[in-house]
């Protein structure tokens, strides 16, 4: 465990030095997916500099990733020089032999290495092993959550987490009072609701109350009176100037302070420090395919949608990436979101 651990933190300490410059060939959600595991993983040294578009080849995809960052397949030469590609990455699994001999044979003596995406419609994740079964490709995968010892390490890093929030919750609770208590809110400070745990069962998550009493109702006001209100609020549950929260609130929801309550949770097993979102019942139905694998984890306070975005990630991303947490989980990547989630709420940025 210790070798693992040393040789993923060197891949880190020593990223900038020995990246590899890489170049995406593809524009659309294959290639999106592909550069976000990419850039997400810290571990990796596959560092995206841009996307090459094939429409020269007849290959037209929907534009999903950056178009400053898209170039045709006529400026590649140049590209591979100026930004001193080493890597290609061929993200279109639907391309035909013929297209992919030609991309082979423009990439040929230009970069050190070309590796494609083949079409593969089970699960893929990093635990996942291409073999050679006489002759045919199999892919073979195990997921991380199975194994006990990262297992028993989550869970320890949970209670030592749960304990250590539940002290820092004193002293903020104290503060949270007396700010509202200056402005005229009597209201109580925490507020709990039902959210989905662990193989769908409910529980109750405690929250600060970051918003004024009657929050609901001034909501369905809203929504009833601007429509623009009602489809920000549809789309992504929730608003991005919210005027119901308040000033301590802002303060709480800034700094990602208004989870701390959670941390009750987590103490008592309901949630963990990392994992996916704790959603709501009435969104079950929204949640659809993505449902099983969300709920296979418990919940957390933070995870994959609160270290890449928060506010900025819409519904239907925040499932993705806690798919991807299922699908990908280990000790380690715990690690990483705990890191980055430190780093957001030191610099406030994506914050709710």
């Not at 094939?54 to 534009?63: D, R, S």
């Not at 309550?261 to 929204?286: A, C, H, T, W």
Request: net charge positive.
């Amino acid at each position: 465990m210790f070798a693992g651990c040393n040789s993923r933190y060197s891949h880190k300490i020593f990223r900038q030095r020995y990246k590899h410059n890489t170049l995406i060939v593809g524009t659309g959600h294959t290639a999106a997916q592909l550069a976000f595991v990419c850039r997400g993983n810290s571990y990796s040294l596959l560092d995206v500099q841009g996307y090459v578009s094939c429409k020269l080849y007849g290959i037209h995809q929907e534009q999903v990733v950056s178009k400053k960052q898209t170039i045709e397949l006529d400026a590649v030469d140049d590209f591979i020089r100026t930004h001193n590609i080493d890597t290609v990455l061929i993200a279109i699994p639907e391309i035909n032999r013929k297209n992919l001999n030609r991309l082979f044979e423009l990439f040929k003596g230009k970069v050190l290495n070309i590796k494609y995406l083949p079409q593969v419609t089970g699960l893929v994740t990093f635990d996942t092993k291409v073999e050679d079964f006489d002759g045919i490709l199999m892919i073979s995968n195990s997921r991380g959550v199975n194994q006990l010892g990262s297992y028993i390490l989550k869970r320890c890093m949970d209670i030592c987490a749960g304990l250590c929030g539940i002290i820092i919750l004193i002293p903020l609770t104290v503060y949270v009072f007396f700010k509202n208590r200056m402005e005229g809110d009597r209201g109580p400070v925490f507020f709990t609701q039902n959210r989905i745990g662990k193989n769908g069962k409910q529980f109750k998550m405690y929250k600060y109350r970051t918003m004024v009493l009657g929050a609901d109702k001034i909501l369905e006001d809203l929504m009833a009176s601007d429509p623009k209100i009602r489809e920000e609020y549809q789309k992504n549950k929730k608003l991005a100037n919210d005027p119901r929260i308040t000033s301590a609130g802002h303060f709480l929801r800034e700094k990602s302070l208004d989870e701390f309550p959670q941390f009750i949770n987590v103490f008592l097993g309901q949630m963990s420090l990392i994992g996916p979102r704790p959603y709501l019942p009435k969104e079950k139905v929204d949640m659809g395919e993505y449902y099983e694998d969300v709920v296979a984890c418990k919940p957390g306070i933070t995870g994959m949608w609160q270290s890449h975005g928060r506010s900025d990630v819409s519904f239907e991303k925040r499932l993705i990436l806690d798919e991807y947490y299922y699908r990908n989980w280990s000790f380690w990547l715990d690690v990483t979101l705990l890191c980055k989630t430190v780093k957001q709420v030191l610099y406030g940025r994506g914050a709710v």
